[in-house]
């Protein structure tokens, strides 16, 4: 199995100075980071700086390769809407262009970044919640949980306690593909399929 590269930055702590100046940025521990061949999903502990006790589990799961837009179409701050792993429920993520360096960023910016638009915490909507100047989606209409797109997708603020799932990407000349998720998304059964 070939880890991607963002993978591996992520669980090596390396995403940038975005994390490093973060107090409640996700960090993966490297030694939990199991991969085996030909299991396509991977359980791994997060642990929150500030909160030695606190690691729960994350899940890292490869899904089919899916183009999703160009590199030159972004602009900064513009979000472009896509359904990823497929078109079922709970499949609508966003994809936007930040304009600053973020974890698990694309780009030769390291600031595009995806995420599932389905709040963690009882499935609220996040469609059309993106606030450019904080470079977060938010508040959640139900219960105004605000998350943070430079750091992973982690909470801010409201009732949510997990982070939203990042859709993993790769890129290809100018393609930008998306290739898997990080964290489990709200309300579907089928996240631990390979
Ligand atoms: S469903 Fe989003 S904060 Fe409760």
Do not use: W
């Not at 219960?143 to 859709?167: E, K, M, N, W």
């Amino acid at each position: 199995m070939t880890i991607d590269p963002r993978i591996a930055a992520a669980v090596n702590g390396e995403n940038g100075e975005a994390e490093k100046a973060g107090t409640r940025s996700c960090l993966m521990n490297r030694r939990s980071f199991l991969l085996t061949g030909g299991i396509a999903t991977t359980v791994m502990m997060i642990g929150i700086p500030g909160l030695a006790a606190a690691q729960t589990p994350a899940v890292v799961a490869t899904y089919p390769r899916k183009f999703i837009t160009k590199l030159s179409d972004l602009k900064v701050d513009e979000p472009f809407d896509f359904e990823y792993p497929d078109e079922g429920q709970y499949a609508e993520s966003i994809l936007v262009k930040l304009g600053k360096e973020a974890g698990g960023g694309l780009g030769p910016d390291k600031d595009v970044v995806a995420f599932n638009y389905t709040c963690t915490h009882q499935g609220g909507p996040l469609q059309g919640t993106y606030q450019a100047a904080d470079k977060a989606l938010g508040p959640c209409p139900l219960h105004l949980t605000t998350f943070d797109l430079t750091r992973h997708g982690i909470f801010i603020s409201g009732q949510a306690y997990q982070s939203l799932p990042q859709v993993l990407m790769e890129l290809d000349g100018d393609d930008i593909y998306a290739v898997g998720m990080f964290g489990l998304i709200y309300g579907r059964f089928d996240n631990l399929q390979g």
